[in-house]
């Protein structure tokens, strides 16, 4: 299965999401780090992504030809992550056809009903749970 991970500013959230992932999924999932920007890619590149893009182009280019998207809540919003995530990144990342499963991590101005604060971990442990359930049903939703 080839799935996209984006994340921007310094790469973090991407990081632990892919070391999770890589953890759960060995080398049975191809990712491709998509970052906003050279840092964050290549943080997620270090933590084990197959491949790395970055920039709106890159996203463009690529986001259509993976089967699941993970990553903040964030990667939806245009002119999140202090701007670097532009509002075609945001279009682009909304109109693909690959599944998304996308963390609620906290956006100025933004709050999410119902949704409770949890640690990153935590977050990302119920992403990977989600993310074998798509998988486990043939990614099918």
């Given at each position: 299965m080839y799935i996209a991970v984006v994340d921007g500013q310094g790469g973090g959230i991407g990081?632990?999401?892919?070391n999770r992932v890589r953890s759960e999924f060995g080398n049975a999932v191809d990712i491709l780090?998509?970052?906003?920007?050279?840092?964050a890619t290549a943080?997620?590149?270090?933590?084990?992504?197959?491949e790395g893009a970055t920039g709106e182009n890159a996203l463009i280019c690529n986001i259509?030809?993976?089967?699941?998207?993970?990553?903040?809540?964030?990667i939806i919003l245009p002119?999140?992550?202090?701007?670097?995530?532009?509002?075609k990144m945001a279009k682009r990342v909304v109109a693909s056809r690959?599944?998304?499963?996308?963390?609620?991590?906290?956006?100025?101005?933004?709050?999410?009903?119902?949704i409770h604060s949890e640690p990153l971990p935590h977050m990302v442990?119920?992403?990977?749970?989600?993310?074998?359930?798509?998988?486990?049903?043939g990614g099918r939703e």
């Open positions: 990081r632990v999401i892919i780090a998509i970052g906003t920007n050279a840092q943080v997620m590149l270090r933590a084990g992504a197959n259509n030809e993976v089967a699941l998207i993970l990553g903040p809540l964030s002119n999140s992550m202090k701007g670097e995530l532009t509002p690959a599944r998304k499963i996308l963390l609620p991590i906290h956006q100025n101005n933004i709050d999410l009903v119902g442990e119920a992403l990977v749970m989600q993310m074998k359930q798509y998988i486990d049903d």
